[in-house]
């Protein structure tokens, strides 16, 4: 049997010792590899964004609170999914942090198989979402190298202007605006408009 965990990671964020000791225990005996803090500030410090992960964080802490946590995350443009653990009184939050994007929330005392299933289903949306940001930060890297003209040429190209329209749009002759072209063609490793165009909306598609 491999030593190293197939399934993902699973961060769980509780300053309770004892629910931390229990989650590790159950999910490192279902092969998922198990990453314990015992606040949300300590999290915030360790979190590796480029993991494929989930996250099980208690919504009442001492000092940062799991919904000021999601806050952090959502400022960080997080892929990383949320799972809830809720004490009775708590559903009301815990529906609100769904409506910011939390995957769920469980109820303490939590049954393990339900657990279990919800953090595979994290996992499997982790894997989608993980690879969606990655493609979007590939396709912002590359289209940082291009300059304020060549960003203005760009966006007239996708919005289906011929060089002799660019030119007037710009105030710029239709060389220039050829040389831009050909300049943003380089940057973004494009052979053919086609290429271009693929890069500009899937940036586009990203951010909205």
Known sequence: ????????????VDDDEAVRDSLQWLLEGKDFRVRCFESAEAFL??????????????????????MELQEKLMERQSPLPIVFITGHGDVPMAVESMKKGALDFIQKPFKEDQLVALVERMLDTAKDAFATHQEAASRDALLSKLTGRETQVLERIVAGRLNKQIADDLGISIKTVEAHRANIMEKLGANTVADLLKIALGQSTAKA
């Open 1 to 12: 049997m491999s030593l190293i965990p197939k399934k993902g990671t699973v961060y769980v």
């Open 45 to 66: 410090s360790r979190y590796d964004a480029r993991e494929v992960a989930c996250l099980i964080a208690d919504i009442r802490m001492g000092g940062m609170s799991g």
